[in-house]
Nanobody, 120 residues
Framework: QVQLVESGGGLVQPGGSLRLSCAAS????????MGWYRQAPGKQRELVATITSRGITNYADSVKGRFTIARDNAKNTVYLQMDSLKPEDTAVYYCNADISTYFSGSEDYWGQGTQVTISS
């Protein structure tokens, strides 16, 4: 009943930029926190950044000062602007959102993931 659809991944050279988007759709009553996580090959999924419904943000130390998370509540969309990208940022990036619907309380939803590859 709820879908998160990511877009914006791709291949970019070190030092470059990418902007990820994630749009939530379905029988949404309210979206609470939204965020981005990533999983590199052979590693566990890790938090990248989160943003509350009021715009309070939190970042992993490894991306502070390089990544910016933002959301457009009218569009049920969260963004991740990634600048000064490094090879170690290579991973599958997943969108996450805490959403209540007209049929259920707050639940955790995940997108399908989008590949980000940083390579020269």
């Amino acid at each position: 009943q709820v879908q998160l659809v990511e877009s914006g991944g791709g291949l970019v050279q070190p030092g470059g930029s990418l902007r990820l988007s994630c749009a939530a759709s379905g029988s949404i009553f309210r979206i609470y926190a939204m965020g981005w996580y990533r999983q590199a090959p052979g590693k566990q999924r890790e938090l990248v950044a989160t943003i509350t419904s009021r715009g309070i943000t939190n970042y992993a130390d490894s991306v502070k000062g390089r990544f910016t998370i933002a959301r457009d509540n009218a569009k049920n969309t969260v963004y991740l602007q990634m600048d000064s990208l490094k090879p170690e940022d290579t991973a599958v990036y997943y969108c996450n959102a805490d959403i209540s619907t007209y049929f259920s309380g707050s639940e955790d939803y995940w997108g399908q993931g989008t590949q980000v590859t940083i390579s020269s």
